[in-house]
């Protein structure tokens, strides 16, 4: 038998090599006609899909897909699949199923979701194992830690990028997230950035302020609110706003809550209307109302200008038709000062251009925003 020369092998060998990259890294098209369809269904996921992880990211615990989602969307699923359409068409719809019951996978059920998910990929893999969507769920799965650069790479539609991106987010990895949208966004179907453009702003926002805040930052983020201590806490974190008052010695932050209780910052100031005692705990929720009142205060002490604390309410009862230029704040609330000086100084807004909704918890992002402007 005549031997291969070395050149021949080596040729054989990298022809191999090359067939063997192609079919692992092979991406194949759903059937024409069905394509308009799966992208619709395609779109309903991944709207369900951005939900849950914006929920999941805010921490909000009582966040879940309803019945009603997961059961019209599953339907829609089955009624294609009964359709018999190709090979690859029914990848695409197994894998969508799959991730369907991902979504679906909390409290008591998620054994079983997961478990049916399991069993889409398997369903999916027998039609076609390099599907889009069987890597996305393959890794929703935990079956694939990443993407490898070639695969990522070969995916003109940029979906496994954005999912990549979508990874990122969720692992507080907020410049490379933004970093993988913008990229994905310019070739992926426009319903990608209209469905996850939310959470790449969110990234877009908290990519430089991590690195710059509290070593609480992840924890803050998940909270819906924070709590007066933890108010004072960020404030202190991430400004020089007390150190008038503590004469930049460090405080623990029950200490300092407490210190500032005593110096009675957390009190009205206004003389218009009645003036309650309120008994304010560090745990009680910390309010758009409290906020305003602390900065106001700060402002008039690190200032020393004490003697415009009521400037707001004076200058308005001067008024023939005297009247609050915000709809929620009366001119005889304890707060009218503060609250006005702080959206006409622009440390705080109003959110419809109209209210203040005083009583709303504060979240840890908004409260930087605060402090930048203050």
């Given at each position: 038998m005549k031997k291969l020369s070395p050149f021949y092998l080596v040729l054989v060998l990298f022809l191999f090599s090359c067939a063997s990259i192609q079919r692992d890294l092979y991406i194949a098209s759903t059937?024409?006609?069905?394509?308009?369809?799966?992208?619709?269904?395609?779109?309903?996921?991944?709207?369900?899909?951005?939900?849950?992880?914006?929920?999941?990211?805010?921490g909000d615990t009582g966040y879940r897909l309803s019945d009603e989602a997961y059961t019209s969307l599953l339907?829609?699923?089955e009624a294609f699949l009964v359709q018999e359409p190709d090979q690859n068409s029914k990848a695409r719809l197994y894998a969508l199923k799959g991730r369907l019951h991902l979504l679906y996978a909390q409290g008591q059920a998620a054994k079983n979701q997961k478990k049916l998910a399991q069993n889409a990929l398997q369903d999916a893999e027998k039609q076609n194992p390099y599907d889009l969507q069987v890597y996305v769920l393959k890794k929703r799965l935990g079956e694939i830690e990443s993407f490898s650069k070639e695969l990522l790479d070969r995916d003109s539609s940029?979906?496994?990028?954005?999912?990549?991106?979508?990874?990122?987010f969720q692992s507080s990895l907020y410049a490379e997230a933004v970093s993988s949208f913008d990229s994905a966004f310019r070739l992926a179907e426009p319903m990608y950035q209209s469905t996850y453009g939310n959470i790449r702003n969110r990234a877009w926002a908290l990519r430089e302020v991590k690195e710059s805040t509290s070593k609480d930052f992840d924890t803050y983020l998940k909270k819906n609110s924070l709590t007066l201590q933890e108010l004072v806490q960020v404030i202190d974190d991430n400004s020089s706003a007390f150190e008038s008052i503590t004469g930049g010695k460090k405080y623990k932050p029950s200490d300092l809550y407490l210190h500032l209780q005593n110096l009675d910052l957390f009190?009205?100031?206004?003389?218009?209307?009645?003036r309650e005692q309120e008994k304010i705990k560090a745990n009680d929720e910390a309010t758009r109302r409290y906020s305003?009142?602390?900065?106001?205060?700060?402002?008039?002490?690190?200032?020393?200008k004490q003697d415009q604390k009521n400037i707001y309410s004076q200058f308005y009862r001067k008024k023939t038709d005297a009247k609050s230029p915000i709809l929620d704040i009366s001119l005889d609330d304890a707060d009218f000062d503060a609250i006005l000086a702080c959206v006409e100084r622009e440390w705080m807004d109003l959110p419809d251009g109209k209210h203040f909704y005083p009583e709303k918890g504060v979240e840890f992002l908004e409260l930087l925003e605060w402090i930048k402007n203050f």
């Open positions: 059937q024409t006609e069905l394509s308009k369809e799966l992208l619709f269904l395609e779109s309903e996921l991944i709207s369900l899909d951005a939900l849950d992880i914006e929920a999941a990211h805010a339907q829609k699923i940029n979906v496994l990028r954005i999912e990549q991106a979508l990874s990122f009190s009205p100031l206004s003389e218009v209307g009645i305003a009142r602390l900065l106001w205060r700060l402002y008039l002490i690190n200032t020393s």
